[in-house]
């Protein structure tokens, strides 16, 4: 049975760091990753997703990398403001059965100004 | 992309009476979703599999009669929750997979938020 575990559970840093958000998984069999970013109470908004076949995804000050072999994924955010402050979720989707995501546990950000 | 949308947005009800939310693919069909759960401050967690045409898949542990799941559609799927109580209060979000199959990332409904007084 899959499970997706983020490390930490929490973080709070200083408005212009650097940080990464750990996300492993226990079965390497995926098809994908997806990195979410949830706001208090509202739905999910889909950051970057990673095929099984990829090193890594780039959007704007955001990078992910996946290395499938030993069940991890990283979430680069650089040069961090406020308005990242959310909870981040990342997703696996396995190759058995149906196209069903597994979520890992979520790390909460707050990035004071 | 790909644009999921949920109906409520937010609901409460008695104890005992029955909710249903929809979930529908705006622009795409969708012949599985997916139904999962958010209590407060905890990550998402499936609750079962909707399948167009055939009974849904539970995961383990989740009342399939309490949760009632219906895919009559490519584009349309219901979760029912039967007999509510407050500890089913929660966040409900529904999700359904790209067209690309396996390699598409899964677009996610806005979330019901089910409040059971």
């Known amino acids: 049975k899959q499970e997706v575990t983020q490390i930490p559970a929490a973080l709070s840093v200083p408005e212009g760091e650097n940080l990464v958000l750990n996300c492993s998984f226990t079965?390497?069999?995926?098809?994908?990753l997806q990195w979410f970013r949830q706001d208090p109470g509202k739905g999910l908004t889909s950051l970057l997703l990673?095929?099984?076949?990829?090193r890594e995804q780039t959007s704007g000050r955001l990078n992910a990398s996946l290395d499938k072999s030993s069940g991890r994924s990283t979430l680069y955010i650089a040069a961090s403001q406020p308005g990242d402050s959310a909870t981040y979720l990342c997703?696996?989707?396995?190759?058995?059965?149906?196209?069903?995501?597994?979520f890992g546990t979520g790390t909460r950000l707050k990035v004071l100004a | 992309g790909a644009v999921v949308s949920q109906h409520p947005s937010w609901v409460i009800c008695k104890s005992g009476t029955s909710v249903k939310i929809e979930c529908r693919s705006l622009?795409?069909?969708?012949?599985?979703m997916f139904w999962y759960r958010q209590f407060p401050k905890q990550s998402l967690m499936l609750m079962a599999t909707?399948?167009?045409?055939?009974?849904?898949?539970?995961e383990q542990g989740v009342e399939k009669d309490k949760f009632l799941i219906n895919h009559a559609s490519l584009t349309l799927s219901t979760l029912t929750v039967t007999s509510a109580h407050p500890e089913d209060s929660s966040f409900y979000i529904c999700?359904?997979?790209?067209?690309?199959?396996?390699?598409?990332?899964?677009?996610f409904g806005p979330g019901t938020r089910l409040t059971v007084t």
């Open positions: 999700s359904a997979p790209g067209l690309a199959g396996a390699l598409d990332e899964q677009y």
């Open positions: 079965d390497s069999a995926i098809y994908n």
């Open positions: 990673i095929q099984s076949s990829q």
């Open positions: 997703a696996v989707k396995g190759i058995s059965g149906t196209y069903k995501y597994i």
């Open positions: 622009d795409f069909q969708a012949t599985t």
């Open positions: 909707s399948n167009e045409g055939s009974k849904a898949t539970y």
